[in-house]
């Protein structure tokens, strides 16, 4: 299953009418999706490495897209953003029992889709920059022997 096109639809959802790709600049590359809620602690925890991880990987081979999960209004949610200097664009969903990338039995719950647009992973519960970073070159080495 490609889910290239449910990460175009949130993202034009968020940034309107651009096509996606100009404006995350994720065609082609890993995408980190993390499910996440501001009141959720491990969430916090693990902003700072994904920033990390999105700043440093973010014009060569991956991005990170957050999607809050929880009802917030707007302003609050803004402002939870801003507090936290989060660099990486942040999507909106209501919670459902299963998003078009699987079920999130927990948040934080992370996915990360390969750059021909396939899930090939899901994290529930916090990730590091580190993981991230170890799993894709695993991944990539798969896909590219020698």
């Known amino acids: 299953m490609r889910l290239t096109g449910h990460i175009r639809q949130a993202v034009i959802h968020r940034f309107g009418d651009s096509c996606a790709c ?15 809620a501001t009141w959720c602690p491990p969430c916090q925890e693990e902003i700072p490495d994904l920033i990390d991880f999105h700043d440093q990987h973010k014009d060569s081979d991956a991005v990170v897209l957050g ?12 402002a939870f953003v ?7 664009p942040v999507l909106r969903s209501e919670p459902l029992a299963a998003t078009p990338l699987g079920t999130v039995p927990g948040l934080p719950t992370t996915f ?3 750059p021909d647009g396939i899930p090939v ?3 529930v519960g916090p ?9 894709i070159e695993k991944k990539q080495k798969q896909r590219n022997p020698g």
């Open 112 to 114: 990360i889709i390969d």
């Open 67 to 78: 999607v809050n999960f929880e009802d917030i209004g707007t302003e609050q949610l803004t």
């Open 127 to 135: 990730v590091t920059r580190k993981q991230l970073e170890d799993y």
């Open 121 to 123: 992973a899901r994290q």
């Open 22 to 36: 100009q404006e995350t600049n994720c065609c082609g590359k890993w995408v980190v999706v993390n499910y996440w």
């Open 82 to 88: 801003d507090s936290f200097l989060i660099s990486y």
